[in-house]
């Protein structure tokens, strides 16, 4: 059998990465069940799931690299294989919001509403983790979403649930004042977590447009 070539790799690339696009807009539920193991170990590594990497590696370096040079990957903890996921991964991150930290956070503007949300998740997690690798903040359906890998497995549930605490908080506070807010849906369709007095501004801002 011939030995994976950049261009087999690549197909792999956009395969996952397009698999991972359609999880993020639909949810596992339509694709667990339909996907293979290796696909699906493939796309929960690309989405940043808490050790998910580690378990995709082993089975997806002969895919990338020919049973052989898999081998050799093993003895080096995956390296190969990790830098290959790191680089679909980046490539995956194109709905970032201004990622020009190294850190991968975003600005965080002392007037948004999540900035207190913000900051406090930022400092968590790096006490957590140091090393962590946050490869995506955004909101998405009106609340905080974030993407990120840790650095040692061990780690990975610590920084999820703080990612998780740190998301269903953000469905309860207004993104514009910080006050206690809900998830709404706007007259245009956008939603967001806002407060009474906000929703009904937005309304109005809305019925004028």
Known sequence: MDAPTNADRDRRAADLRERAELVREHGWSGYVNIWSSGEVLGVRAVL?????????CS????????????????????????????????????????????????????ADGWAKLLTDLRDDLERIDPHLVVRQVKQKGGQLSVWAEASVPELADAVHTRITEAEQQSARTCELCGQPGTIRQRPDGWYQSLCARHAEAASETEGQS
């Open 48 to 56: 940043g799931e808490p050790g998910a990497l580690d378990a995709a």
């Open 59 to 110: 089975i997806w370096a002969p895919t990338l690299w020919g049973a052989g040079a898999a081998d050799a990957d093993a003895r080096t903890g995956y390296q190969s294989t990790r830098e290959w996921f790191a680089t679909v991964m980046s490539r995956n991150a194109e709905e970032s919001i201004d990622l020009t930290r190294p850190s991968g956070w975003p600005p965080i503007d002392p």
